[in-house]
């Protein structure tokens, strides 16, 4: 079992920038596809961003097209934490945010591709 917890969510202005965690704990050794998702009331959750983690090393990072240039992916010096940088913040970026693991490795966008979820953290963008 792989445990996840979210933090750093909150309210923003448009252009602001924030910044989500997302500690692993468990049995969090081997390779796994960590990704980030979102989801708004009614609606399914929506694939962010994710990378492909073995060993503490990302070898594969991919992001939806209405985040690129914006939003960056990755770990932090904290073992086993994951990272959401998000910059230029739009109003339609305003969601709950996932964290989600799945072992293995590989091109995963799906949330059916995921084994492991976070509770969410709320991020609020005002224009």
């Known amino acids: 079992q792989v445990q996840l917890v979210e933090s750093g969510g909150g309210s923003a202005q448009a252009g602001d920038s924030l910044r989500l965690s997302c500690a692993a704990s468990?049995?969090?050794?081997?390779?796994?596809?960590m990704g980030w998702f979102r989801q708004t009331p009614g609606q399914e959750r929506e694939f962010v961003a994710a990378?492909?983690?073995?060993?503490?090393?990302?070898?594969?990072?991919n992001y939806a097209d209405s985040v690129k240039g914006r939003f960056t992916i990755s770990t932090s010096n904290v073992k086993n934490t994951l990272v959401l940088q998000m910059n230029s913040l739009e109003p339609e970026d305003t969601a709950v945010y996932y964290c989600?693991?799945?072992?293995?490795?590989?091109?995963?966008?799906?949330?059916?591709?995921?084994?492991?979820w976070g509770q969410g953290t709320q991020v609020t963008v005002s224009s």
């Open positions: 990378i492909n983690w073995s060993g503490g090393s990302i070898y594969y990072e």
């Open positions: 468990g049995r969090t050794s081997g390779n796994y596809v």
């Open positions: 989600a693991a799945s072992r293995g490795a590989g091109r995963k966008i799906l949330s059916s591709d995921y084994d492991y």
